[in-house]
C-alpha cells in the first residue's frame, strides 16, 4: 500500500511490488524528471521513479 497525493491509498498486485523492488526500477529514483531545474528551484525534486508510479 501507499499514497498517491491524488488518488489517495492506492493496493499494488504483489507482481508489481516485485518489479518495482528490482534494481533497474530503483535506479529511477536517482534520475531527475527536471534536469538541472532543482538547483534553481529545491522544491522541484521529481524523479523519474515518481513519474514511472503515477
Do not use: C, W
Amino acid at each position: 500500500i501507499f499514497n498517491d497525493p491524488i488518488h489517495g491509498h492506492m493496493e499494488l498486485h504483489p507482481l508489481l511490488v516485485k518489479i518495482i523492488d528490482t534494481p533497474q526500477f530503483q535506479r529511477l529514483r536517482r534520475i531527475k524528471q527536471l534536469g538541472e531545474a532543482y538547483l534553481v528551484y529545491p522544491g522541484a525534486s521529481h524523479n523519474r521513479f515518481e513519474h514511472s508510479l503515477g
